[in-house]
């Protein structure tokens, strides 16, 4: 499931990195890089995220435009990668029959989405 939030509220990305036995691990370097709706790119460094512990991190983006936000985080020493998305807009959403039906994650997998890189999500 993704966020939903308010335009120009702060999302919360959080970086969990492990090793290979599964232990909470600070990484030697981390490129954090987000993609805004319009395709702007902005990169982090490790000196711009607030370490929360061993291993993890989070890093605070406020979001500017309505659309679709996505992540994506490069580790070395633990080599890891994780992505995420977030959505920026309004909901009506309640529960019952009107249940959201699709998800960014579904336009990206279909027709001419799907040769999308996993990193551009």
Not at 43 to 65: C, E, F, K, M, P
Request: hydrophobic content about 40%; overall charge negative; aromatic content about 10%.
């Amino acid at each position: 499931m993704h966020d939903l939030i308010s335009l120009n509220e702060p999302y919360r990305i959080l970086l969990n990195f492990q090793d290979a036995a599964g232990a909470f691990t600070n990484p030697t370097a981390v490129t954090l890089t987000i993609t805004a709706p319009n395709g702007v790119v902005t990169t982090v460094a490790i000196g711009g995220l607030t370490n929360d512990g061993t291993g993890r991190y989070h890093y605070d983006q406020t979001s500017s435009q309505t659309g679709i936000w996505s992540w994506i985080a490069v580790a070395t020493t633990p080599n890891v990668t994780l992505s995420g998305f977030w959505v920026v807009g309004s909901s009506t959403h309640l529960t019952g029959p009107c249940d959201l039906w699709i998800d960014p994650a579904d336009v990206f997998d279909c027709g001419p989405c799907e040769s999308i890189a996993a990193a551009s999500r």
